[in-house]
């Protein structure tokens, strides 16, 4: 398995360095950054022996020869986008950047045609009243309400088991036995599936104290059973790793507008008058990346939400990440949510 790490050069390293690079790693391509781990350009086989044709020297600099505006995907991006795309630019790898820019890993045509498996637990909360999505929900579940030809909570499952994951606990409470009749043991997936049941509705992350003491020192994601979303499950997992952090957040941006103008003083004094400001906040997205150290935190019918479990880790001065998501998501809360994801079930 190759260390894209290894691929690393900054701007001031010799065409020599990068030639020694390529030969040892066998990615036939480097990627340069500068100190803040922004990529500046890339160097392939390619641009040195066209540097050399124009008789570059060896200690000439990468930067004096690296391709600066080269194809990028971002790590939001699954995996049938970016081989798409990498078929269409004729590519053999492609670099993967952060919304600010900084590498955060390297594709590989090669990889991409592999089956990744992921042992990680995948935890998905299927059991809430939908309340809100009444009549529909009186007689179902909401996670096995249709959008498009089968369940919210199947589109999920696939999803998971498209990015290589096959360790799968479903947490029910309303209607349990519907839910377990549907999706059985996995075997209809080729996966596993076990349930934990809510004798009581235990909150966001109550049902983490539930989980059997065996499970695998990897960390696990937990998702709301009601959502749609693109989000790309590999790299969200690679990102929580590689951040070495005890809890990964997906949040999505969330404009308010103020429907007045907002007057702003100084005791008696009018200092600005802004019409209308548009206020910008990061919200729960409700898709985590936990340690599995957490579930030992939360005790066996505790009733505990996840705002406060993730509140009580910062607040012990432990790391918790947040994973925007640019992608297309929706949570299915109300009615007029249910009615958009059904027609636009062609986005997910």
């Known amino acids: 398995m190759y260390n894209w790490k290894n691929v690393l050069l900054r701007p001031e390293d010799s065409i020599e360095h990068a030639i020694k690079i390529l030969d040892k790693e066998a990615l036939r391509i480097v990627l340069v950054i500068n100190a803040n781990n922004k990529l500046l350009g890339t160097v392939t086989d390619g641009d040195i022996r066209r540097a050399l044709i124009r008789h570059c020297t060896m200690d000439s600099k990468v930067s004096n020869i690296m391709c600066k505006e080269p194809t990028t995907a971002s790590i939001h991006d699954d995996r049938i986008e970016i ?3 990498m078929k269409k630019k004729g590519l053999l790898q492609i670099p993967l950047l952060d919304d600010c820019g900084r590498v955060f890993g390297l594709e590989t045509l090669q990889n991409l045609g592999q089956h990744r498996q992921y042992d990680n637990p995948v935890f998905l909360m299927a059991g809430g ?5 009444h009549p529909l929900t009186l007689d179902v579940p909401k996670p096995l309400l249709k959008v498009g030809p089968k369940p919210i909570l199947e589109t999920i499952l696939d999803q998971f088991i498209s990015a290589g994951f096959h360790n799968f606990y479903i947490s029910t409470h309303y209607k349990s036995e519907m839910v377990r009749d549907y999706f059985k043991n996995g075997d209809q997936w080729g996966v596993n ?11 966001t992350a109550g049902a983490l104290g539930l989980l059997p003491d065996n499970l695998p020192q990897l960390p696990i994601i937990l998702m709301n059973g009601d959502l749609l979303t693109k989000v790309n499950f590999e790299h969200l997992l690679q990102y929580h790793i590689e951040q070495g952090c005890i809890a990964t957040m997906c ?14 003083v100084d005791d008696y004094r009018v200092k600005d008058i802004v019409e209308k400001p548009v206020h910008s906040f990061f919200v729960n997205g ?8 957490l579930c030992e935190v939360v005790k066996k019918n505790e009733r505990k939400d996840m705002t ?6 910062i607040n012990k001065g432990m790391q918790v990440n947040m ?13 007029e949510d249910y009615e958009r994801a059904n027609s636009a079930i062609n986005e997910v």
């Open 83 to 85: 081989r798409t795309l």
């Open 129 to 133: 009243f939908g309340t809100r999505l």
């Open 193 to 203: 599936i076990e349930y934990v049941h809510e004798d009581s509705p235990l909150g």
């Open 251 to 264: 949040v999505r941006e969330y404009d308010f507008q103020v429907p007045y103008g907002v007057v702003q």
């Open 286 to 293: 409700g898709i985590y990346v936990l340690e599995s150290s």
């Open 308 to 313: 406060d479990l993730l509140q009580e880790q």
């Open 323 to 335: 994973f925007p998501v640019h992608e297309y998501w929706l949570d299915i809360g109300r009615m």
